[in-house]
């Protein structure tokens, strides 16, 4: 995937985010891991996406502690 598909692909989860309204975002969100992870579908692979995902979040909310 070259930077334009990125763009492009980034650009329509956000936009899809819009459309369902802030309040149903998790759930888009959480579906579309869903259909990734069947469609990824290699176990070590998916585990280190989801360590990379969440490591600068657990940065923020550690230091939003202090």
Same mark, same amino acid.
């Given at each position: 995937?070259?930077?334009?598909?990125?763009? &492009?692909?980034?650009?329509?989860?956000? @936009?899809?985010? &819009? &459309?369902?309204?802030?309040? @149903?975002?998790?759930?888009?969100?959480?579906?579309?891991?869903?259909? +990734?992870?069947?469609?990824?579908?290699?176990?070590?692979?998916?585990? @280190?996406?989801?360590? +990379?995902?969440?490591?600068?979040?657990?940065?923020?909310?550690?230091?939003?502690?202090?």
């Amino acid at each position: 995937m070259n930077a334009e598909d990125l763009d &492009t692909v980034y650009t329509a989860l956000c @936009q899809a985010m &819009t &459309t369902v309204g802030e309040a @149903q975002a998790p759930i888009l969100l959480a579906r579309f891991a869903l259909l +990734a992870i069947v469609e990824i579908a290699d176990a070590d692979r998916l585990r @280190q996406l989801i360590a +990379a995902a969440a490591e600068d979040l657990v940065e923020m909310t550690d230091r939003s502690e202090s």
